[in-house]
């Protein structure tokens, strides 16, 4: 099961954040439960959270960092760990001081979803709402982030995520399979560099239509379907547990 909770906060005055903000959502959350803390101290890859940037009128910001005094701005977790949510209802709302500033913050929603599967369709549609860091397999230490939604590269990120977290594995989705029974059909997309701290990170935002070309009522189809859905609550790519990659697929038609 995946839980997703929803905050909502204001600060008292205007005040100055790091620009790629899910800085702030991520301290915030922390208050909210001990559980996540003990999470992101662990070096363990493909944390079971994802902490997204602060919206503001469903706008991520990760490009600048000025939030307005008296203004909503909001952010969600995901999770599969139950005992998180469980403490963050326990604690409901915080007054916190952060960046010489007052915040004030109250969970807002929260939702389970247990059937992890998107509606089947022909086509859908993915927004990539921050920027995507996609990783091909590495040569020694080196880092080298893609800037196209490739689609074996997309499924690998999300079905190495989903198998540490979830209890049905899935698995065969990369490579061959992957490029030819989901192909692109239109999209627009394009670089962007942010800063995560000092260090400048050059990923990808915007769009792609995708077709699915899997048998109708074939195993193939219903792992796509599976992990298409997991990627609106876990992202895809490098660093998604502290707001890349988080992306938006919906079906269209």
């Known amino acids: ?24 959502s991520r301290t915030i959350f922390l ?10 101290e ?17 706008r991520p910001l990760y490009a600048q960092g000025v939030l307005k005094g ?38 807002t ?19 990539f709402k921050t920027p995507v860091l996609l990783q091909p397999p590495k040569i020694k230490k080196k880092n080298r982030f893609l800037l196209f939604p490739y689609v074996p590269s997309i499924f690998y990120s999300l079905m190495v995520h989903w ?3 979830m209890e049905k594995k899935v698995f065969g989705l990369t490579g061959l399979k992957a ?11 394009r670089p962007i560099t942010v800063r995560y701290g000092k260090t400048p990170v050059r990923g990808f935002i915007g769009w792609t239509l995708f077709e699915l070309k899997a048998r109708k009522n074939s195993m193939l189809r219903e792992k796509i379907r599976r992990l298409l859905d997991y990627a609106n609550y876990f ?9 890349f990659g988080e992306v938006e697929v919906k079906a269209v038609g």
Not at 110 to 127: F, H, N, P
């Open 1 to 24: 099961m995946i839980f997703t909770i929803t905050f909502s906060l204001k600060t008292d005055h205007d005040v100055i954040v790091p620009p790629f903000t899910s800085k702030v």
């Open 109 to 127: 929603n929260i939702e389970a979803k247990d059937e992890v599967i998107m509606e089947d369709s022909r086509l859908y549609k993915v927004q």
């Open 179 to 189: 490029l030819y029974y989901f192909r692109e059909v239109d999209y627009g997309v």
């Open 163 to 165: 198998n540490k977290n």
């Open 31 to 40: 208050s909210f439960s001990p559980t996540y803390a003990k999470y992101i």
């Open 70 to 107: 008296g203004e909503e701005y909001t952010f969600s977790v995901s999770t599969t760990i139950e005992s998180a949510v469980k403490e963050a209802i326990e604690v409901g709302s915080v007054e916190k001081e952060l960046f010489n500033a007052r915040f004030r913050v109250e969970i």
């Open 235 to 243: 992202g895809v790519g490098k660093s998604r547990s502290i707001g």
């Open 42 to 58: 662990s070096v363990m890859p493909f944390k079971p959270f994802r902490v997204t940037v602060l919206k503001h009128d469903g």
